[in-house]
């Protein structure tokens, strides 16, 4: 009976809904329950209530379908509930009403999403997201993360204006709202695809994520990092699965943050460039759009929103006590934050995807995949970028943060609730890693796949090895830089001292590319609006009081000219 | 023509069968009453009352023909052609429902607001112009005989003048701002009567039903047509389309807060019905030149409106005047809906029209309340007020947000058929593309000018020497009824929808003609 209640609401709504009632409940206990039983709920509502489409409302003349449960959304509205559970573990102590009901309601907005089965509910969720994760930003409460929050909400809501410009025309093109596979082609498809891409940081379209994760507060982006840019995954896996631009777009998105990650103080930010990074393996996977690679892309998203979620969360622990997540000011932390550290390395090794880990389970489903399609540079750009992450995230991460050089600092191990998030999210990227098949049975496509193989081992250990010894070697380098000379001419090694900064100048020239055309747009922007000022504003004639005479002018031209019309036609 | 099985007849015998006439009467009779009575104390009940008759007779219209055909109601017993006829269809009645309702919502709010803005001693006299405004406003819709219009035209806009005047009690140059809206409503109201009397030249009729049956007959001649030019550009006036906007940001600004609201929520909506009314229905789509009027002057003005008074609305520093140049953007959607010409474009118009109503009216009472408590309604005076005066601002949220047209609010519904209805008509003419990105684009400049509000409002700092406090509940009331109407209708689409394509499908009927009606039968 409460069952079949409970199946009548949308799991979305669940959330709003709980958004509504913590802000009657008093800070602690009770609205910590709430915040945690609800994803619970959730996750229990979709688990039981089987395939097909629910909720079907009537709404000026079309059928909204708030819950469309199939394979697919189903894999992604677990992942979610299971973050949303996560995220408001780890943010336990905090006793911040705005933060609580954005986090429900962001949750709540990407979950109905998912669970949209036509394209304007989806637009309605599609802005939740946008509207609901701002106040994440902005619950910083300083200068920049205000402007910050500024610049994501503007992108993000073109994003959702540019996506109902789009449905309109397919709408007029089709007649159907329904939201289901598209082909490129027409303008209504190209303006959604855009629309997908802004949200999911294409190349180009990516500078808001590494602009606002960093500023958000501390739990805050471990909330963000999970919703945003996994829906517009899910959403161009729904949409545009098997597109092949995909492949390319994904590619470079794999391979240039790397770049960026290398050369990054801030290890939030280079978390940011990281997350980047991963969302081209998975666009990768849609672009590829066969079985195998729609699994890979659904499975590396699962277990990417729990590794990196647990990379937030070790460096926002880190943050937390120290005040800071500067790698320049960490080090030697692992004195005082053990069992942070270990987190953090469980995390670092889900990303890399060493064996037994969950990153090696999912990524490998991907790499399969293009390899499958004969797509030989992508596979070798792919397993180039996969070395790269290990470098950024999997190495400079824990290292720089607890290792290192002494800093100096010797804060307290991190409290016990984010602790325990912390514990529950490696715990699960290690289970998912012993024991694939848990994760496989809920794929979209069924899986005949064994990512144990002696072949995907031994390769990848092969990879993960040498990409250490690479970082052993320029670390121990940078640290000496009077042993430096004393190295022996070795071809290899003047190749390697060459490389950090061939790197780093490409990064240099691409940034001050993008820095310069930016600056130009602003500047332009600037000079534009100050003309309409000159033209539109308070001083201006058109907003000035017109004397009598000259309206009557105006009476008589329209007139004139309303006559020739009409008698000449 | 008409469908006959769709024509409801009626004998008036009893009061319901009054009601046509009594829509109007009521508040009428209420005007020389309260200024007879005299008393202060008196004239705000008397009002309120015949405003909510008014509103009750309405919605019994509404209710009666809303699934089509008309009530023909005849004066005196004189059968038109010769005399005069009051013709009730679902298109005025929706409009009567409008502007009853929004009069009667507003005077609550009024109560309060004219006890601060105006002096004592004119109350009455106040109460007893807002009925003959109202009076007007209702008769111009509600009656089938174009020189009638006229005639309830010049009733409200004289009453009007008088009510802008009134904001001189606070600041003078109201009389200024009353002085330009009569020199420009005159020059309008002549050049309606003008265009009328053309027609007359050439019909020798002035009973709207038999001028279209006469004009379909003998075909339109040059006195035919530049009747239909003068009328109009005598209406554009009145509507306040670009660019005969000019006496509306000041008269907006200097009257009275009560009276803004009124008159925004109403005025230029009657009139606009008034327009479709002559476009569609006396004239007819059929016309070359009624076709070439509305793409060649009526949707590049209305194009060229959206964007410039947009631009001025972004950069102003005065709440009540942005506003006020807001409605002569958001007027230009209307009239675009219009010059698409489409069922669905004017079902958009019609739709727009009652959620602009609703939104503008509710902004205005939050300016109202703003500035009972500030005594003003530039920027830097309301800053920070949001935290003050929680109740005012969160329903001048929901107002901008229905203006910007964000989902789930009224205002969503009727731009999202805008577009829906350009988009329409792609496939004929590849240019309306444009039109509907511009309206797309236009309502991001919505945007921009209601965040500026919304920034003034929760982001600023507050004043802290202002002593600001809530908005009585007299003020509260009406402003959240209409918050809730705003969502209300964003999120239960079907009820206005209907009434407006039922009203836009009878607007494209053209005139239903002399037909039938000959044989209701008029009043003894």
Request: proline share 4%; hydrophobic share 55%.
């Amino acid at each position: 009976m409460m069952l079949d209640l409970l199946h009548q609401i949308p799991t979305a709504f669940l959330f709003f809904l709980a958004a509504g009632v913590i802000l009657f409940l008093p800070h602690g206990l009770m609205r910590n329950t709430v915040m945690l039983g609800i994803p619970i709920i959730a996750a229990f509502q979709v688990w039981t209530l089987g395939m097909g489409e629910f909720v079907l409302i009537p709404f000026f003349g079309f059928d909204l379908e708030f819950m469309r449960l199939d394979r697919l959304s189903r894999i992604f509205v677990l992942i979610f509930c299971l973050a949303a559970f996560l995220g408001n573990l780890f943010a336990w102590h905090l006793r911040d009403t705005i933060q609580q009901v954005a986090a429900l309601a962001y949750a709540g907005s990407a979950i109905g999403a998912a669970l949209s089965g036509d394209m304007i509910s989806l637009f309605f969720y599609w802005e939740g997201t946008a509207i609901a994760s701002v106040f994440l930003i902005w619950a910083r409460g300083t200068e920049g993360s205000y402007w910050t929050g500024m610049r994501y909400l503007i992108i993000q809501i073109t994003s959702g204006v540019i996506l109902i410009a789009g449905v309109a025309l397919f709408y007029a093109d089709t007649g159907s709202i329904a939201f289901e596979k598209m082909e490129l082609g027409s303008l209504a498809t190209w303006l959604i695809f855009l629309s997908f891409g802004m949200k999911c940081a294409f190349p180009l379209l990516h500078n808001w994520l590494q602009d606002s994760y960093p500023a958000a507060t501390i739990t805050g982006t471990v909330i963000l990092s999970a919703f945003t840019t996994k829906l517009a995954v899910y959403a161009l896996a729904r949409g545009f699965a098997g597109t092949e631009i995909l492949i390319y777009i994904g590619t470079i998105m794999a391979l240039f943050p790397i770049f960026f990650a290398e050369i990054e103080n801030d290890l939030r930010r280079v978390l940011a460039y990281s997350l980047n990074n991963q969302l081209g393996f998975m666009v990768v996977g849609v672009g590829i759009g066969t079985e195998l690679a729609l699994n890979g892309t659904a499975s590396h998203a699962f277990a990417h929103i729990l590794y990196k979620a647990l990379l937030f969360m070790s460096v926002g622990a880190v943050m937390y006590r120290t005040g800071t997540s500067k790698a320049s000011e960490l080090g030697g932390l692992y004195r005082t934050m053990p069992k942070t550290a270990i987190f953090c390395l469980v995390g670092a090794a889900s990303i890399s995807a060493f064996p037994l880990f969950s990153g090696f389970i999912t990524k490998s489903l991907t790499l399969s995949a293009v390899a499958h399609e004969h797509y030989t540079y992508i596979w070798l750009a792919l397993v180039f970028a996969s070395a790269g992450v290990l470098s950024h995230s999997g190495i400079k991460i824990p290292f720089f943060t607890f290792f290192a050089h002494d800093s100096g600092k010797r804060p307290a191990e991190a409290p016990l609730h984010m602790l325990l998030a912390m514990g529950i999210t490696a715990f699960l990227c290690i289970f998912i890693g012993v024991f694939p098949n848990f994760l496989y049975s809920i794929l979209p496509f069924d899986v005949d796949y064994d990512p144990y193989t002696m072949e995907h081992i031994a390769g990848q250990l092969q990879l993960l090895f040498f990409a250490l010894l690479a970082f052993a070697i320029i670390y121990r380098r940078g640290l000496h830089p009077p042993e430096l000379r004393a190295v022996n001419l070795d071809t290899d090694v003047i190749y390697r001292k060459f490389m950090p900064s061939v790197l780093s100048y490409i990064a240099f020239v691409i940034f001050s590319l993008f820095k310069g055309t930016s600056s130009l747009l602003k500047f332009s922007v600037i000079k534009f609006t100050s003309k309409l000022h000159h033209s539109h504003g308070p001083d201006s004639p058109r907003a000035a009081s017109w004397p009598a005479g000259a309206m009557v002018i105006s009476i008589a031209a329209l007139l004139g000219l309303a006559l020739f019309v009409i008698f000449f036609s | 023509m008409a469908n006959t099985a769709l024509v409801a007849e009626h004998t008036a015998r009893t009061l319901y069968d009054h009601l046509p006439l009594l829509q109007v009467l009521v508040p009428f009779c209420a005007a020389p009453l309260i200024v007879l009575l005299g008393s202060r104390r008196l004239a705000w009940p008397l009002a309120f009352v015949s405003s909510a008759i008014a509103l009750i007779i309405s919605v019994m219209l509404m209710m009666s023909v809303r699934e089509g055909g008309y009530i023909s109601y005849t004066m005196g017993g004189w059968s038109p052609p010769l005399g005069i006829e009051y013709r009730i269809d679902a298109t005025n009645a929706y409009v009567l429902m409008l502007i009853s309702a929004i009069g009667t919502v507003v005077l609550p709010f009024a109560y309060v607001s004219v006890k601060d803005e105006i002096r004592s001693k004119d109350h009455s006299l106040f109460y007893a112009c807002w009925m003959l405004c109202l009076t007007g406003l209702l008769g111009m819709v509600a009656t089938g005989d174009a020189f009638n219009v006229f005639v309830f035209l010049e009733i409200s806009s004289l009453s009007t003048y008088v009510l802008v005047a009134q904001g001189a009690a606070r600041d003078r140059r109201a009389l200024t701002a009353a002085y330009d809206y009569l020199i420009m409503g005159t020059i309008g109201a002549t050049f309606f009567v003008i265009g009328l009397g053309m027609l007359y030249m050439a019909t020798g009729t002035l009973n709207m039903a038999d001028l279209a049956d006469r004009i379909a007959d003998q075909g339109a001649n040059r006195t035919v047509r530049s009747g239909f030019a003068f009328i109009v550009v005598g209406l554009g006036l009145k509507v306040a389309m670009f660019p005969l906007h000019l006496w509306l940001p000041k008269a907006y600004t200097f009257a009275p807060s009560a009276v803004t609201v009124f008159l925004s929520a109403t005025a230029t909506k009657a009139a606009l019905y008034v327009l479709m009314r002559f476009i569609f229905s006396v004239y007819h789509p059929d016309f070359s030149f009624t076709t070439n009027a509305l793409e060649i002057i009526f949707l590049p003005l209305a194009i060229i409106a959206m964007f410039s008074a947009s631009f001025v609305a972004a950069f102003q520093i005065n709440f009540k005047r942005m506003l006020a140049y807001s409605s002569i953007a958001q007027v230009g959607y209307m009239l675009l809906g219009i010059a698409i010409l489409t069922e669905t474009g004017l079902t958009a118009a019609l739709l727009h029209m009652f959620n602009h109503g609703l939104a503008k009216a509710l902004l205005f009472m939050g300016v109202g309340a703003l500035v009972l408590r500030t005594g003003s309604a530039f920027y830097t005076q309301i800053s920070g007020l949001g935290r003050k005066m929680p109740l005012t601002c969160g329903a001048i949220v929901v107002g901008g947000l229905s203006l910007i047209g964000v989902p789930g609010t009224a205002g969503f519904l009727s731009k999202w058929l805008l577009v829906q209805a350009a988009l329409e008509r792609v496939a004929e003419n590849s240019s309306f593309l444009l039109v509907s990105i511009a309206i797309v684009l236009s309502s991001l400049l919505a945007v921009v000018y209601v965040w500026r509000v919304f920034e003034v409002l929760y982001l600023r700092e507050p004043d802290p020497n202002s002593t600001a406090t809530e908005a009585p509940l007299m003020m509260l009331i009406p402003m959240w009824i209409l918050a809730g109407s705003c969502l209300w209708f964003g999120l239960s689409t079907d009820f206005l929808y209907d009434i407006a394509n039922q009203a836009a499908l009878g607007l494209l009927d053209g005139s239903m003609g002399m037909l039938d009606s000959n044989e209701a039968l008029g009043v003894k």
